[in-house]
Nanobody, 124 residues
Framework: QVQLVESGGGLVQAGGSLRLSCAAS????????MGWFRQAPGKEREPVAA????????YYTDPVKGRFTIARDNAANTFYLQMNSLKAEDTGVYYC?????????????????WGQGTQVTVSS
């Protein structure tokens, strides 16, 4: 049993920053990967970033490389997405996800646990 709760979304002007948090509870030692996904209005859900273990791999998709950073606080059992230099096209609902299945980090069907989502709106 794993549960995820996101927080930190909001309204920000272009060029600004936000930090999203994903608090995990339950049997997190069994996880292969955790990731961030986002969904803009009228578009399909897309991957943003992910971390895998035990190989400690960190991955980012092209639209956010150099601007977004992920981190995990093992003691607090919290997964973070730091978003800098935000653009209007970053607007969407952001979801935290965890996988007990495998390490296909950018495939939605690899993740079997999802948070409720948090809205990020970037104004220009």
């Amino acid at each position: 049993q794993v549960q995820l709760v996101e927080s930190g979304g909001g309204l920000v002007q272009a060029g600004g920053s936000l930090r999203l948090s994903c608090a995990a509870s339950g049997r997190t030692l069994s996880l292969y990967a955790m990731g961030w996904f986002r969904q803009a209005p009228g578009k399909e859900r897309e991957p943003v970033a992910a971390i895998t273990w035990p190989y400690s791999g960190m991955y980012y998709t092209d639209p956010v490389k150099g601007r977004f950073t992920i981190a995990r606080d093992n003691a607090a059992n919290t997964f973070y997405l730091q978003m800098n230099s935000l653009k209007a096209e970053d607007t969407g609902v952001y979801y935290c996800a965890a996988s007990r299945l495998g390490r296909a980090m950018f495939r939605s069907d690899n993740y079997d646990v999802w948070g409720q989502g948090t809205q990020v709106t970037v104004s220009s």
